[in-house]
Structures are given as structure tokens and as C-alpha cells.
């Protein structure tokens, strides 16, 4: 992996001021990885992270603007030819580059990621990108983090010409002769009168960094400084000195990387890193076909990034016609929705739709179908004696080396591994809800598991696009034995009197990305109150004791699940309007009222800062 550090720095000033600069035999430079997969992918993070004094990270970053500013005194054009990953610093060299030519390589990607890590862009990106693409893309691309694919980089003037990778390098040789030669041309940003009203007028400015800090303010509710560094760089540096911007950048990249946000955010990226890493050995076989029990939300799910992330075949199986249907048509949406957005070509989602293969019991061929499975993940009723029926049921059928995966989200592996012929091959897969949005999956081995099990449980986590975790063979695994106690303080503050809406905000200002009455209704009340029953028979004793669980199971019983349902604490309705206010379901206030009249109408006076801690 290519990465920029203070070693690469040094060998480039060396290599340019010996070699390349006195040859007065070289016309132009192309720059060019041999690696297959990535052009640069960014500032080596080690050396931010190990840096003691952060100052020191703005001498680095404006020695690189040097070394820059010297090249381009030679007057050699340059040319990037880029390959993979062109992200962060990757990108920024990039940009300092006359021409950028991308690869149609599907691991091509443009990105400005540092936000993500509690920084931002060090090396002139707050600087070029703004002028290459005008600011409305430059924010959108720096807030976010989000990567750009080649063609729309084309389109936003980020590069300059998209050619098929094994062209790279003469395509990219002959472009750089054609700037010697005058032939070809750099680009240069022609402004439509939308970017000239937005960019070059007072107040287009203040209504674009006004709109542009309110997105800020709702995605992170005031808790991450980087994007509000960002902003302010880009804003009070418009029209200023290339030096004076530079250096302003420069000093805010050291101050963010001396923050706790920025080293708990390198920290969560460093954990993610290593969790992939294992010694479980390989899978004994290679995982081929997938079949997914149950085509509800969550199964739909599962199949869903199996299909489409993953390139698996998958066999979805429902107990009817109806629900297959269902779960079929949720994958499709997804799909169309893909294509929609141009995220996906017609051919690729003609292709994936040709790898899912919907079953269901009134299919006599779904029995010679799971014959040739390599794994099956259930997705049925979370109630120990199902589990055993379905496993039981799935060994009639299965081929002997098919691994019986269950997503369970409490039940320990080692009591539905009880039931098993070959207990050596089960294993848990606990996905989380939405599952295409959700990347976290536990994966849990119970005591006999096979280590080559786990390593294909790994192997097929990481190719659904998850972030996948080994955990512990207990009541709750890891999130929902952290989880469970919260739910139990929550629905005590609930019989205490306090709002729905206030246990919300107070939790979504604290940090959270939804608050606890959310969150339950995305889950599900009756996924939500059974897990919550399972727990408090656990081992965690005092920590599941104070709640009330009758509130949620009067909601489960009359059929008010959440979101799945149109309604649980909140409504849902099929045509409501994006960004829409939610509202409260007025049944359940009203079952509310009467649990707290029963109670003596507590006035619940307990303080945001009480609820949070």
C-alpha cells in the first residue's frame, strides 16, 4: 500500500533534485504505481498518530508544499496516472498535478477521507479541489469523506480522461508528450451561472456555507470539530493568498490532530483494521451458495449483501409463495435503486437478480436446491425450540460439509449447537437492522466450533461489505449484553414520567446516532422486548432490574412493531415526505398516559444530564 510519510518525503526530494530535475533530457513526468490496487491511498496514519508534538505535522505538511512548488519551477508538466485508491494526501498529489488520468479499475476511487478520521485535507485539498470543482462539490466531497468513482470525477473535472488499466501507462505518456507539444490541453472550469452566483456574489457565499454548516450541524450535532474547521477555512480564506490559505490549512490540520475526537477516531480505524485479522486458518471449502432462512426484513437483509456485496448465489426460502415474494421485492428495490443512482449498470443488476433464487415450502425443488449449499443462515422466530426444528430440518438436507449459521441475537450458540448432528459447524452470525446499512456482525463460536468454520464465517462477513467481530458464546454476545441494561434504564425513565421526545433528543445530543425510542422502533418492538425478556433471565443480575417491560409487550401484542409495521412509538406512513417531522403514535400515548395514572402520574423531573449519565 502506498502511503505518504516523512521517509517517502525525503527519497522524493532526493530522487527529483539528483536525478530528474539536472536531466535536461526529461520533457515530463507521469506518475504512476506499480502496485495493482492503489495509486496512493493517503498519509501514512502512524505517523500522525505517533507524532508527540502535533506542531510538528504543519512543518511536514508545508515542507511538502515546497517540494511541490519547487517542481513545478522546472516548468515539466505533470501527469497523474492513477490506478486504485487515490485518496487523502493520494489525492492531493494528485491534484498538484497539470493532468490526472483515472482507470475504469472498479477499486479506482477519489476521495478526501481525513473528516472521517477527525482531521481534513493537509496537503492543498481545502485549496485545489475548490477551484478545480468549484465549491459546492469541494464541500460536499471534504464534509463527507464520501469517494468519487472515475466517471463522475470526469464529469466534476477531477480528471481530465478515464481509460481501461491496461492503456494506463502509454495513454498517460502520450498526454504528457501532448502537453509538451502543446497538443493537449489542461483543463480549465468553465463556471455555469449557478457556480458564478454561489461562488463569486456576497451572499451566494453566505446562503452556500450557511446550507452547508446547517447539513453540518444536523449530521453531527455539533460533536466532531473537523467539518467546522473545514468550513471555516474554505469560507475565510475565499479570495485570499494561496500562501495565507495554505498555511491557515496547514495550522488547523495540527490543532485537529491534537484533539481526543481525532485520536478515538484513528483509534476506531485502527480496531477496525485488526479485527480482520485472525488464526482460524482458511475455510476447508469454498463458499459457493448461501442460503438464507426466512425473507423478512432482516433475512431479506442478509441475502440482500450476499447477492449483491458479496457475489454469492443465494437461496432466500420462506415458508409461502407471499413472503418469499416480499423478500424478494425489498432485494429488487434495493437493486433498482442502485441502478437509479447509477451505482449499479443494468447489466449488474440483471446478473445479481440471476444469482437469488427465491424458495419456499410449496416448491418441491427447494430440498435439491440446499443440497448444493455451503452455508445456511437462519433468520427465523428467536425461541430456542424453533431454532432446534429448523436446524434438525436443515441436516436432512444439507450437504455434510454445510456450516448451519444462526442469527440469533441473544441465544447462545452452544444451546442451538445442542441440537446439531455436527455441532462442530455451527456457528452465529449476528447481523444488526437494516442490515445493508448496519456494518457491525458478531460472529460467535461456541466451545466446539471448527476454527475453519469461524475462518468462512470471516471470509463471508468481510465479503458482505461487514465489519466483522469475534465474540464470546454468551446470553447477548457483546451489543446486546451493552445494550440491554440501556433499554432497562430507558423504559424505567419511562415510568418515571419523562417524555418520549426528551429521552430521544437527550440521547441524540449526548452522541448516539438515534435516540433509545428510535432506535427500538428501527430494531423492532417485539425484536427489542424479547431480547430484553431473554437478558433479564441472564447472568447480569442488578443491571436488568428497574425497568418496566409492559408497556412493550402490550405493544407487541397489538401489533405495533415499528417501523416494519407502520407504527410502534412512532408512525410511519407509506407516503410521508422526506425530512419529514416524525410523529408520536397517538395509541401509544394513550397506553402511556394510563400506565403513568396508574402509577400516580410521576411528573418525571429528571435532567437531560441525568438522562445521558
Keep these: ?275 480482520k485479522k485472525h488464526d482460524y486458518g482458511s475455510p476447508k471449502f469454498p463458499i459457493k451458495t448461501v442460503a438464507v432462512l426466512g425473507a423478512g426484513l432482516m433475512g431479506a437483509g442478509i441475502a440482500q449483501v450476499s447477492v449483491d456485496n458479496g457475489k454469492y448465489r443465494v437461496l432466500l426460502k420462506d415458508k409461502d409463495a407471499a413472503g418469499v415474494a416480499r423478500g424478494e421485492k425489498t432485494i429488487d428495490d434495493a437493486l433498482l435503486s442502485k441502478v437509479n443512482k447509477k451505482r449499479m449498470t443494468n447489466f449488474e443488476y440483471s446478473s445479481t437478480n440471476a444469482r437469488l433464487i427465491p424458495l419456499h415450502d410449496g416448491v418441491e425443488s427447494w430440498k435439491r436446491h440446499f443440497s448444493q449449499a455451503d452455508i445456511v443462515i437462519e433468520a427465523v422466530f428467536e425461541e430456542l425450540g424453533v431454532k432446534h426444528r429448523v436446524l434438525k430440518e436443515m441436516e436432512e438436507v444439507l450437504p455434510a460439509h454445510a456450516i448451519f449459521a444462526s442469527n440469533t441475537s441473544a441465544i447462545p450458540i452452544a444451546k442451538i449447537a445442542e441440537g446439531a448432528k455436527r455441532p462442530e459447524q455451527v456457528i452465529g452470525m449476528h447481523y444488526f437492522s437494516p442490515v445493508p446499512m448496519m456494518p457491525l456482525l458478531e460472529i460467535i463460536s461456541h466451545a466446539g466450533t471448527a476454527p475453519e468454520v469461524a475462518a468462512a464465517a470471516m471470509e463471508i462477513g468481510s465479503r458482505q461489505g461487514k465489519t466483522p467481530i469475534f465474540v464470546k458464546d454468551v446470553p447477548g454476545f457483546f451489543v446486546n449484553r451493552c445494550l440491554s441494561p440501556y433499554t432497562v434504564e430507558v423504559t424505567a425513565l419511562v415510568k418515571e414520567g419523562v417524555p418520549l421526545e426528551k429521552l430521544d433528543k437527550s440521547m441524540k445530543d449526548f452522541g448516539m446516532p438515534v435516540g433509545p425510542i428510535t432506535l427500538s422502533d428501527e430494531v423492532g418492538i417485539d425484536i427489542s422486548n424479547h431480547v430484553g425478556t431473554f437478558m433479564s433471565k441472564a447472568d447480569l443480575g442488578v443491571r436488568m432490574s428497574g425497568g418496566d417491560p409492559i408497556l412493550m409487550q402490550t405493544m407487541v401484542d397489538k401489533g405495533w412493531l415499528g417501523r416494519k409495521t407502520g407504527k410502534g412509538f412512532y408512525l410511519y406512513p407509506k407516503n410521508a415526505k422526506k425530512g419529514a417531522k416524525k410523529q408520536f403514535n397517538p395509541e401509544v400515548i394513550e397506553l402511556l398516559n394510563g400506565v403513568l395514572a396508574a402509577n400516580g402520574n410521576p411528573k418525571g423531573d429528571v435532567s437531560v444530564e441525568d438522562i445521558q449519565w
Design 1 to 275: 500500500m502506498n502511503t505518504l510519510s516523512g521517509g517517502m518525503q525525503d527519497d522524493a526530494e532526493k530522487l527529483f533534485n539528483e536525478y530528474i530535475i539536472p536531466n535536461k533530457e526529461i520533457k515530463a513526468i507521469v506518475f504512476i504505481s506499480s502496485k495493482p490496487d492503489n495509486f496512493i491511498a493517503g498519509a501514512d496514519i502512524n505517523m500522525i498518530k505517533e507524532a508527540k508534538d502535533k506542531t510538528e505535522l504543519k512543518n511536514l505538511t508545508m515542507r511538502g508544499h515546497k517540494f511541490f512548488d519547487e517542481l513545478k519551477k522546472s516548468k515539466l508538466p505533470f501527469v497523474a496516472a492513477i490506478n486504485g485508491a487515490c485518496l487523502g494526501g493520494g489525492l492531493e498529489w494528485a491534484l498538484y498535478c497539470d493532468y490526472r488520468i483515472a482507470t475504469t479499475n472498479k477499486k479506482t476511487v477519489l476521495g478526501f477521507p481525513e473528516v472521517q478520521l477527525g482531521l481534513l485535507p493537509g496537503m492543498a485539498g481545502t485549496y485545489h479541489l475548490p477551484k478545480i470543482a468549484g465549491y459546492a462539490t469541494a464541500l460536499d466531497m471534504i464534509l463527507t469523506g464520501k469517494n468519487v468513482r472515475p466517471d463522475k470525477a470526469k464529469k466534476l473535472g477531477i480528471v481530465d480522461l478515464v481509460v481501461d488499466e491496461a492503456s494506463l501507462e502509454s495513454v498517460a505518456i502520450t498526454q504528457a508528450l501532448g502537453l509538451v507539444n502543446g497538443t493537449v490541453k489542461t483543463f480549465k472550469r468553465k463556471k455555469d451561472i449557478t457556480s458564478y452566483l454561489l461562488e463569486d456574489t456576497p451572499i451566494g457565499r453566505y446562503f452556500l456555507f450557511k446550507k452547508a454548516k446547517e447539513t453540518v450541524d444536523k449530521q453531527t450535532g455539533g460533536h466532531y470539530p473537523a467539518p467546522y474547521k473545514i468550513l471555516e477555512i474554505l469560507e475565510k480564506n475565499y479570495g485570499k493568498s494561496k500562501a495565507v490559505h495554505l498555511d491557515d490549512e496547514a495550522t488547523k490540520f495540527a490543532e485537529l490532530a491534537a484533539t481526543p475526537v481525532s485520536a478515538a477516531l484513528i483509534g476506531i480505524f485502527h480496531g477496525t483494521t485488526a479485527v
